[in-house]
């Protein structure tokens, strides 16, 4: 599924390196993540900040006739879909490849992880305090400030309201939260669970909290879940493994929505529809339908690499009137033969509905990612379709349309398509895409309790009609860049433009507090809100959006960290790269982080000894660099010359020979000497003061078809991990060892096998160099042993040691659970931090058992990085921000 390195390589020169809030796709096998099939079209990404600046500040230029340009020798249409795509399930093989993983093996790993003795001492989150990503202090030629979001936090993928002022928002990776305040003072409610992904919330007729865990994006870090979970006093209890419905059935699953009547609860998962009573707990979920039973578990095509896309299912309509008359939506967004809406027939079988349906479609090329909505009184339904035919051939555009019925049986009449609504005020009619450009990523779909004719749709923007799908306004446009009202002004927010929420809508919700009603959307940004029947300017752009990212809630998305000492300030200065919200930056006296780049962010840099010089990679090693934080007040809109940031990019990025996001390093005892990681192993001697990508020199060719996966530097001697192939079929890993001066470079002979005791044939992510000694090596491996990994040569081991510059390896895992091993360092006493998927693990200078760092939640830690201070140990989680704890705590 990766697009050719000719049609990045024209991409990325037409675009430059422009920001662009990423959404991403993936591959992976049921052990923790969603799976994509090879060949599988993706969403695509509108331009960036400094694209839309320029464009506004000169208003002569047609803006809409923006888009990007393919040249003749190009084969496809020029969507970027390919290469978002390719990201994405970068991140998933690494934790999959090289075989097929066996559903479950994350909740084994959290069991033996919990058990484990505890070094002591407690995590600090130091990133729990609001993010501004209109910073006026940061508004420099690779920042999104002045877009008009506001403060942000990580992903939500659902949202849950009552009429008593309490908002409940389900993180991507951050578990659930809870607000008594409509919205605000959040408290997290779902840390005691094995699985901090959600999939859906829902609240039933009692004012029980339903939670269905799993995330059913198909994005690149979407984790399966646990199962359901139903908490009966929401007001003021939290979950609990005791609160989880029914067996075993769901758990390794996603869950897109759960839906309630008949006195039951019912979901649709990544295998199958599902129902349970909602009168008791107890007692197995009930399979009412599986399009393809024998790809689930246990069946005879369990172990076929399609399995996890063969049984998707979307939504469920249920008449309230007479709930026996039920709507499935089922299929998978990219085109299976599957795909359509299912009903029973007069004999009590689940048949496609093939007529009678009105304007929404029932073939299944056109039957994709479906969401339903019904109004209070049923006496409207709403559906949103995305089409598998648009996804794989539009590449403006997913979305089939948006449409009305008086039941759930029909006959639905469309109200919506994309050009309906690029016409009624959307932004994305900037960037050269159309709405629904990722509607197999993005969608909601809810209707005001109070007026079935009023109806809030999200896609990458926010859309509301009043009158039934007649007319419709972006009420929460993707950002106010080249809108008239928009400006860089850091005296002002965003111009004069209203705030708007960030993009990529995933949940809604309406409720009430203190008497009014507000409406609840949750995106890639966080959560917000407005007044339901809120005020529009004449664009039909809201006025009037609250962001509810107040800084008590952090799920912060990070891939990196780093640290530096403020000198400006005192203390340190700390950076990281994000998912979707670019990279933050915390000043020794901040009391609100800002962001200097937008974007993802990927790996990042700082000096030790001066926290405003940093490095931080956007994708494919397309490297800035700052040396004063990015700080700027616009002023390079009209002066070039007064920009302080810096594109640095080394050759494979140009190439697309770099992972998505490649892996970046300084020398240990020289700051000044970078390494970076594509095909090539490229060197830098100039740090921070690099102002041109023309200064990095390969010094190592991995080889065609071999990309750096982890690199590692120690008074000039290098290590570099590389896989080729990279995904699960003909998987190969090596390692190279080499001078910074380009001199000595050999490949390290690994078995191919993966034998007991080797180094497996899986995914190697990280390096810890001993600073007493660059021949003494620690080696973090990724994925899962062959206890759950049917893929050849898995192996066993997720640590290992190297005493001799890695010329043989030690499996020093011991007791270490089998849970994808992400980062490591080596702290100041001799003793070994290890990152994994569910949090830090320890092993004292002397030792050889590992011991749990602290108790994170359930979440991902991509990066341990140790303070300028020596002692200080902080940890990058993708899914609750960055904590630190003295390294004296780990004894």
């Not at 959307?426 to 969608?443: I, K």
Request: hydrophobic share 35%.
């Amino acid at each position: 599924m990766s697009a050719s390195p000719r049609r990045r390589s024209t991409l990325r020169n037409t675009l430059g390196n422009r920001r662009r809030w990423l959404t991403i796709c993936a591959i992976a096998a049921a052990a923790g993540l969603v799976a994509v099939p090879a060949g599988a079209a993706s969403g695509s990404a509108p331009f960036g900040a400094r694209a839309l600046a320029r464009l506004a500040a000169d208003r002569t230029q047609s803006v809409g006739a923006v888009s990007p340009k393919v040249t003749a020798e190009d084969d496809d249409d020029g969507n970027e879909a390919d290469e978002i795509a390719e990201g994405a399930d970068q991140y998933a093989e690494a934790r999959t490849s090289p075989g097929i993983v066996t559903p479950g093996a994350y909740g084994a790993a959290w069991d033996d992880l919990s058990n484990l003795p505890s070094t002591g001492g407690g995590w600090r989150n130091i990133t729990d305090l609001p993010y501004d990503s209109d910073d006026p202090r940061y508004r420099d030629i690779d920042s999104n400030s002045s877009g008009g979001s506001g403060n942000v936090t990580g992903r939500m993928a659902a949202m849950a309201a009552d009429d008593d002022g309490y908002v409940y928002a389900g993180s991507a990776g951050g578990g659930v939260w809870r607000s008594r305040t409509g919205g605000g003072h959040w408290q997290p409610i779902s840390d005691g669970l094995s699985s901090q992904s959600t999939g859906a919330l829902a609240l039933d007729g009692t004012g029980r909290l339903w939670l269905g865990t799993g995330e059913a994006t198909t994005n690149a870090d979407a984790y399966l879940g646990s199962g359901v979970y139903v908490l009966s006093d929401p007001h003021h209890g939290t979950f609990a493994a005791r609160s989880r419905v029914g067996g075993d059935e769901l758990e390794s699953t996603t869950i897109h929505e759960l839906r309630f009547g008949g006195g039951k609860v019912w979901a649709a998962t990544s295998e199958g529809v599902w129902s349970h009573s909602t009168r008791t707990l107890k007692g197995a979920w009930k399979l009412e339908f599986a399009p393809n039973p024998a790809y689930l578990p246990g069946g005879s095509l369990a172990s076929d690499p399609s399995a996890a896309y063969k049984n998707i299912a979307n939504d469920i309509a249920i008449d309230p009137k007479d709930p026996s008359r039920v709507i499935l939506a089922v299929g998978w967004r990219s085109g299976d033969d599957y795909n359509g809406f299912y009903a029973k027939d007069s004999a009590g079988t689940w048949t496609r509905i093939s007529s009678g349906f009105g304007d929404l479609p029932t073939d299944p090329d056109d039957v994709g990612n479906v969401t339903f909505a019904r109004s209070a009184d049923g006496s409207r339904y709403y559906a949103i379709d995305q089409s598998p035919e648009q996804l794989n051939t539009n590449p403006d555009s997913g979305l089939e349309g948006i449409y009305r019925a008086a039941s759930p049986s029909g006959p639905w009449t469309k109200i919506a398509d994309y050009t309906q609504l690029a016409a009624d005020g959307s932004a994305l009619t900037t960037s050269g895409y159309m709405p629904g450009v990722q509607a197999w990523y993005n969608q909601f779909l809810t209707v005001d309790p109070s007026d079935p004719d009023h109806v809030y749709a999200g896609l990458e923007e926010v859309y509301e009609t009043k009158d039934g799908g007649g007319t419709w306004s972006t009420v929460g446009p993707y950002w106010n860049f080249s809108f008239p009202c928009w400006s860089i002004d850091p005296a002002k927010q965003t111009g004069d433009c209203g705030q708007t929420t960030h993009s990529d809508q995933h949940g809604v919700a309406v409720g009430r507090y203190h008497g009014k009603s507000f409406v609840y959307v949750g995106n890639d940004g966080g959560a917000y809100k407005r007044p339901v029947d809120g005020a529009q300017d004449a664009s039909g752009h809201a006025t009037d959006w609250t962001s509810l990212n107040d800084g008590t809630i952090d799920t912060l998305q990070y891939y990196s960290v780093g640290i530096g000492k403020d000198l400006a300030h005192g203390g340190v200065s700390v950076t990281g790269g994000l998912q979707d919200n670019g990279q933050s930056i915390l000043r020794g006296d901040d009391t609100v982080m800002g962001s200097d780049f937008g974007g993802d962010g990927g790996d990042t840099l700082t000096d030790p000894a001066d926290g405003c010089d940093l490095a931080e990679e956007y994708v494919y090693l397309a490297i800035q660099v700052t040396q004063n934080c990015a700080v700027n007040d616009g002023g390079w809109i009209t002066d070039p010359a007064k920009a302080t940031s810096y594109n640095v990019a080394p050759a494979d990025n140009a190439t697309g020979e770099a992972r998505f996001i490649a892996p970046l390093a300084a020398d240990l005892k020289d700051s000044s000497t970078w390494i970076a990681g594509g095909r090539h192993v490229w060197v830098q001697t100039h740090g921070y003061a690099i102002r041109s990508g023309d200064e990095w020199k390969s010094v190592y060719d991995l080889g065609a078809g071999r990309t750096a996966t982890a690199v590692a530097a120690s008074g000039g001697k290098v290590y570099a991990a590389w896989c080729g192939p990279c995904n699960n079929q003909g998987f190969a890993r090596g390692i190279s060892v080499g001078n910074a001066d380009g001199t000595g470079w050999h490949d390290i002979t690994l078995p191919t096998t993966g034998a007991d005791g080797t180094v497996p044939n899986r995914y190697l992510s990280g390096f810890a160099v001993d600073p007493k000694n660059a021949d003494h090596v620690f080696l973090a491996v990724n994925g899962f042993s062959r206890h759950w990994t049917e893929g050849p040569g898995a192996g066993v081991g997720h640590v290992f040691e190297s005493t001799d510059g890695g010329t043989t390896w030690k499996d020093i895992s011991a007791n270490l659970p089998d849970v994808p091993a992400d980062s490591a360092v080596v702290t100041p006493n001799g003793g070994l931090a290890v990152a994994t998927d569910l949090g830090v693990v320890y092993r004292a200078p002397g030792r050889t058992r590992w011991e749990r760092v602290g108790s994170l939640p359930a979440v991902a830690v991509l990066q341990l990085k140790l303070g300028p201070d020596g002692s200080t140990l902080y940890a990058a989680t993708h899914g609750r921000g960055i904590y630190t704890i003295k390294v004296r705590d780990c004894r």
